[in-house]
């Protein structure tokens, strides 16, 4: 292979390399708090907060794909490359050995995606191991003399893509991005709202789930049953569930059941109170309680909070 075509082979691997990086930080801009939470869950958290560490993580992998797309090939870039490739193939891989062997319920949005695509730990774990190593090695060949300079405006775009990507990622859970972000926006049909199991028989989609969903106008809600403004929401629930013409409330709650219990001795509910698994709702919401109105099984209308009381 002549050197020429090693250039190339190697420009055009860190190009697909440094895009799919910036795929992945996409998702991670549109709800750091989903990112956050997974940051929690993985025990990365021990030197810095969450919420900080999924800051300075964006920042990274955002500064490494788009230095790559820019075809920066030096060590500085392609070194901590590789250590972000290895960590995430250790988290899809732990993920994928418990999971196999039912140790770990399937999150939504395995990998390094995030919520907006639907994989199993397997399909994460093989899939990026599929698409990273490859890239990540084929953007060795031909890579420039240490003796060459990489233009000036190239690092500068870098970093000020790197602070721009944290200062949004920073306000972005109090921007109007919930239908962007999310698998739940109008003209969603609640068949397609899924969790899936280790098999296709072992998933389950909501439709399923709640039938009665499916058919007539309803309300639902995602929340916690404890959450500070789906309580102080509860009058205004009660009224719109018992208006009369208007559509059905449901408000779904992944609490455990004695929640729900107590839920319904201490407030007495107007409306249907079901409790659903996690992993079928988290990808519908950045941040609870948020609502959406269904027509025949079809959302037509999502809303940040909860609905509107009866003649708003």
Excluded at 26 to 37: I, M, N, R, V, Y
Excluded at 89 to 102: E, M, P
């Amino acid at each position: 292979m002549s050197e020429r075509v090693k250039s190339t082979v190697g420009r055009l691997a860190a190009l697909l390399l440094g895009a799919i990086l910036l795929v992945a930080a996409w998702a991670k801009l549109l709800d750091p708090l989903a990112f956050a939470e997974q940051i929690a869950r993985e025990g990365l958290d021990f030197l810095v907060p969450a919420s900080g560490m999924a800051l300075l993580a964006i920042g990274l992998e955002v500064g490494l794909g788009l230095a790559l797309v820019l075809g920066i090939r030096r060590r500085w870039v392609l070194w901590p490359t590789g250590a972000l490739i290895v960590l995430f193939l250790f988290l899809t891989g732990r993920a994928y050995w418990l999971w196999s062997h039912g140790l770990l319920e399937a999150e939504a949005g395995c990998g390094c995606f995030g919520n907006l695509v639907d994989r199993t730990p397997a399909e994460a774990f093989w899939q990026d191991l599929a698409m990273l190593v490859p890239l990540y090695l084929a953007s060795f060949l031909g890579r420039p003399d240490a003796a060459s300079r990489t233009p000036a405006w190239r690092r500068v775009t870098v970093a000020v893509a790197v602070v721009a990507a944290m200062l949004f990622a920073w306000r972005s859970p109090s921007l109007p991005l919930d239908d962007l972000a999310t698998r739940l926006a109008p003209g969603v049909e609640i068949a397609a709202i899924c969790a899936g199991g280790q098999t296709d028989a072992e998933s389950i989609c909501l439709d399923v789930l709640l039938p009665a969903l499916a058919v007539g106008e309803h309300w639902v809600v995602l929340t916690e049953l404890a959450n500070e403004r789906f309580v102080a929401g509860l009058d205004d629930l009660n009224a719109l569930a018992t208006a009369g013409a208007g559509p059905d409330v449901w408000v779904l709650s992944a609490d455990p059941p004695e929640e729900h219990q107590a839920f319904f001795w201490r407030a007495g509910p107007a409306f249907e109170v079901r409790e659903v698994p996690l992993p079928l709702i988290r990808p519908l919401y950045r941040s609870t309680p948020r609502s959406f109105r269904l027509r025949d099984g079809k959302v037509v209308e999502t809303v940040t909070g909860l609905p509107a009381p009866p003649g708003e």
